[in-house]
T-cell receptor, first 114, second 114 residues
Framework: AQSVTQLDSHVSVSEGTPVLLRCNYSSSYSPSLFWYVQHPNKGLQLLLKYTSAATLVKGINGFEAEFKKSETSFHLTKPSAHMSDAAEYFCVVSPTSGTYKYIFGTGTRLKVLA | EAGVAQSPRYKIIEKRQSVAFWCNPISGHATLYWYQQILGQGPKLLIQFQNNGVVDDSQLPKDRFSAERLKGVDSTLKIQPAKLEDSAVYLC????????????FGEGSRLTVL
């Protein structure tokens, strides 16, 4: 069985400071992991994905995430927050092969303070 | 390239009424998904189509929900009769094929059941 836990439901940072959104996963086999962003009244957009290649994954808009198998984590980071980063972020786990059954976390709402 | 189109964007109905949502995926995408996103939760898969066949509908409440994709292109999700707990955003997503890793999401249809 697979599951994903997003450890913070809300995160607030000041503009220009680092962002850390935490995600832990549980999977009985090698997973694919994704981060999606959802701006208000918009569809989900893929930020980045890990599919068993490099453990440090770079995504769009300066975001990156590191796959740590020993810690079963896939935390999302960004060196410097921008006002436009304010949104809901979802961590997603899926099996690496076969049907891509996405299992979503409950989301982390990021607030960026001026 | 046009994205995933959904309509209506917003719908308010009384309980026990019926409602239908429409989705037109990205051109050429064989796989189509319907997700339910309840406020404060991550999206949950309701049904997955490959062309016009159902791949997975294990989490679809079949006593009240139905979905079809008759010509393997656009799809309709119907709820009849609606319950209060059906209030949610219904997201449609598509991907090029069964084993594609990235899903492309529409902006969603927000349902309020009074």
């Amino acid at each position: 069985a697979q599951s994903v836990t997003q450890l913070d439901s809300h995160v607030s940072v000041s503009e220009g400071t680092p962002v850390l959104l935490r995600c832990n996963y549980s999977s009985s086999y090698s997973p694919s992991l994704f981060w999606y962003v959802q701006h208000p009244n918009k569809g989900l957009q893929l930020l980045l994905k890990y599919t068993s290649a490099a453990t440090l994954v770079k995504g769009i808009n300066g975001f990156e995430a590191e796959f740590k198998k020993s810690e079963t984590s896939f935390h999302l980071t960004k060196p410097s927050a921008h006002m436009s980063d304010a949104a809901e972020y979802f961590c997603v786990v899926s099996p690496t092969s076969g049907t891509y059954k996405y299992i979503f976390g409950t989301g982390t709402r990021l607030k960026v303070l001026a | 390239e046009a994205g995933v189109a959904q309509s209506p964007r917003y719908k308010i109905i009384e309980k026990r009424q019926s409602v239908a949502f429409w989705c037109n995926p990205i051109s050429g995408h064989a796989t189509l998904y319907w997700y339910q996103q309840i406020l404060g939760q991550g999206p949950k898969l309701l049904i997955q189509f490959q062309n016009n066949g159902v791949v997975d509908d294990s989490q679809l409440p079949k006593d009240r929900f139905s979905a079809e994709r008759l010509k393997g292109v656009d799809s309709t999700l119907k709820i009849q009769p609606a319950k209060l707990e059906d209030s949610a955003v219904y997201l449609c997503a598509s991907s090029p094929s069964f084993d594609s890793q990235e899903l492309f999401f529409g902006e969603g249809s927000r349902l309020t059941v009074l």
